[in-house]
T-cell receptor
Framework: DTEVTQTPKHLVMGMTNKKSLKCEQH?????MYWYKQKAKKPPELMFV???????INESVPSRFSPECPNSSLLNLHLHALQPEDSALYLC?????????????FGPGTRLLVL | GESVGLHLPTLSVQEGDNSIINCAYS??????FIWYKQESGKGPQFIID?????DKRQGQRVTVLLNKTVKHLSLQIAATQPGDSAVYFC????????????FGTGTRLLVSP
């Protein structure tokens, strides 16, 4: 099983809403990632969790709050977002060993902030 | 700073042709490279990877070539099919941490029947 799943597929929210994006993998990977991708642009790294601890935060605004409840799950909590935060949010995972860096991506959640 | 770029934003080919997608990188310390394929509405899909101690690696219908002298990476797709139509991204692991990939700007491959 090389699948990373993400829910929901689509999300529309207002600027005062609180919502969460969910990601799950059952490959035994110990590193999980959140990326943001705007239209016609490459993915941009937001956060990295390694062994359920936050290891990289790419200076992401605090209105994005990641959480890793266990080694299979990764959440991204959203609060008070701006319209410019509308994008495809991608989750990825990797084995988290230096010799095995291949990151496997989920299908993404397409977020629209009104 | 680090940058990974592509020479051609769009590549149009006929079905059955061989396709070559190019990528230039600027970080000579990068030691691992990946090609991803992203179809419309989907997440990036791993195609093939290569480490800096290699100059060529082959997969099924795909070959990645690495030229460290000129910091150039290419993806060759043999007998291109309409299902190969997608955006292709190269990504590199630089010297800022093994978990961090830097993505190139992407090339759209259009395959016409």
């Amino acid at each position: 099983d090389t699948e990373v799943t993400q829910t929901p597929k689509h999300l529309v929210m207002g600027m005062t809403n609180k919502k969460s994006l969910k990601c799950e993998q059952h490959m035994g990977h110990r590193a999980m990632y959140w990326y943001k991708q705007k239209a016609k642009k490459p993915p941009e790294l937001m956060f990295v969790y390694s062994y359920e601890k936050l290891s990289i935060n790419e200076s992401v605004p605090s209105r994005f709050s990641p959480e890793c409840p266990n080694s299979s799950l990764l959440n991204l909590h959203l609060h008070a977002l701006q319209p410019e935060d509308s994008a495809l949010y991608l989750c990825a995972s990797s084995p988290d060993r230096a010799a095995q860096e291949t990151q496997y991506f989920g299908p993404g959640t397409r977020l629209l902030v009104l | 700073g680090e940058s990974v770029g592509l020479h051609l934003p769009t590549l149009s080919v006929q079905e059955g042709d061989n396709s070559i997608i190019n990528c230039a990188y600027s970080n000579s310390a990068s030691d691992y490279f990946i090609w991803y394929k992203q179809e419309s509405g989907k997440g990036p899909q791993f195609i093939i990877d290569i480490r800096s101690n290699m100059d060529k690696r082959q997969g099924q219908r795909v070959t990645v070539l690495l030229n460290k002298t000129v910091k150039h990476l290419s993806l060759q797709i043999a007998a291109t099919q309409p299902g190969d139509s997608a955006v292709y991204f190269c990504a590199e692991r630089g010297n800022t941490g093994f978990q961090k990939l830097v993505f190139g700007t992407g090339t759209r491959l259009l395959v016409s029947p």
